[in-house]
């Protein structure tokens, strides 16, 4: 069984940053693609950015400039940075991360709000 630990999230004022942190422990034998999605209220779930086991990002145009992600695979940790934030930024943010196990199985996190007052 895989766990996924969100951490970082909470309330910050519009231009400010936020670093978020998802890390995974128990049955993993190799980490494929990392990434972070975000569902505000409302709307569907809709991807941030996405970070291969290689280093290849790609972002969401809607962040593209202001998120960074990167990982730690010793750590089997991905991170979103997240500057100048905006209220439209505000949703809940979910990291997913594709485990080889000895499957692809996708693993999603319990989510973690991130909130930008105006």
């Known amino acids: 069984q895989v766990q996924l630990v969100e951490s970082g999230g909470g309330l910050v004022q519009a231009g400010g940053s936020l670093t978020l942190s998802c890390a995974a422990s128990g049955s993993i034998f190799r980490i494929n693609t990392m990434g972070w999605y975000r569902q505000a209220p409302g709307k569907q779930r809709e991807l941030v950015a996405t970070i291969t086991s290689g280093g290849s990002t790609n972002y969401a145009d809607s962040v593209k400039g202001r998120c960074t992600i990167s990982r730690d695979n010793a750590k089997n940790t991905v991170y979103l940075q997240m500057n100048s934030l905006k209220p439209e930024d505000t949703a809940v943010y979910y990291c997913?991360?594709?485990?080889?196990?000895?499957?692809?199985?996708?693993?999603w996190g319990q989510g973690t709000q991130v909130t930008v007052s105006s």
């Open positions: 997913k991360v594709l485990i080889l196990s000895p499957t692809v199985v996708a693993y």
